[in-house]
Each structure stands twice: as C-alpha cells, then as structure tokens.
C-alpha cells in the first residue's frame, strides 16, 4: 500500500459499499474495535483504505471460515502483535549489521605487524 492510500479517507458510506457491508455494521464494528477509522473535526468516521482491507478480512473471516467477533477481534489483535514484532526484529537485525560492521571496520583499522624480539648476542653491560 503506498503512502498516498495512507492518506487517502472514506466516508462511512463510501467505506461500507467498498467493504460490501451496511453502514451500521461498520458502526457496530469500530464500537467492538474490531476496526478503528480516524474521525474527522466533527466526529464522523474516515474509514482508510487499511480499514477497508480490514473489514472485507473481518466478513471474510466471519462468513467463510465461521469466526465469531470475539474470536476475529482476537485474530486481529495477535496479527498486529506479530506484525509489531516482526518490525522490531527486522530494527534489531539492521542495528546488529551496522554493529558489526562497526566492529569489522575497527578491527581492520588496527595494526596487524608483527615485531619480533631477539635478544642481542655476547656480553651483557
């Protein structure tokens, strides 16, 4: 999805007949938080287009795999747990890269001669 989708709001109208649905369940749906659409000055709902993918899985979910709306709430919620850790492990591979590369960088930047020590022959003073 690009940025300009991000940005990009809908009506509840607009949102329901692009997800399939009647207006009211869109209602019904953000009032279980199943789905949560931005609100304009006024209150009323900017459904994205992230919120209309999202209701068309909730119906998916609902009529052809028979979830109820506890269990597809529960669906969403694990999915953006993953999806929230899965950024954060991807973060931390990045700053582990950049570390030893860092560490790669220092180590090559050190000296590597070797000197070697013989004592000198004869007497001692």
């Given amino acids: 999805m690009s940025k300009?989708?991000?940005a990009r709001t809908f009506l509840?109208?607009?949102?329901?007949?692009?997800?399939?649905?009647h207006a009211q369940t869109l209602r019904t749906y953000d009032r279980l938080g199943l789905v949560s659409p931005?609100?304009?000055s006024g209150g009323g709902r900017r459904y994205s287009q992230?919120?209309?993918?999202?209701l068309r899985e909730v119906q998916?979910?609902?009529?052809d795999e028979g979830?109820?709306?506890?269990?597809?709430k529960r669906i969403i919620e694990l999915t953006n747990q993953v999806e929230a850790l899965q950024s954060r492990l991807a973060e931390m591979a990045d700053e582990l890269d950049r570390l030893r590369m860092a560490q790669h960088r220092e180590a090559a930047a050190k000296s590597t001669a070797l000197v070697l020590w013989q004592?000198?022959?004869?007497?001692?003073r």
């Fill in 4 to 6: 300009k989708d991000d």
């Fill in 12 to 21: 509840i109208s607009v949102a329901a007949e692009l997800a399939g649905m």
């Fill in 38 to 40: 931005q609100r304009s």
């Fill in 50 to 54: 992230h919120d209309v993918d999202l």
């Fill in 60 to 63: 998916r979910l609902s009529q």
């Fill in 67 to 72: 979830v109820n709306l506890a269990g597809i």
């Fill in 119 to 124: 004592p000198r022959k004869g007497p001692r």
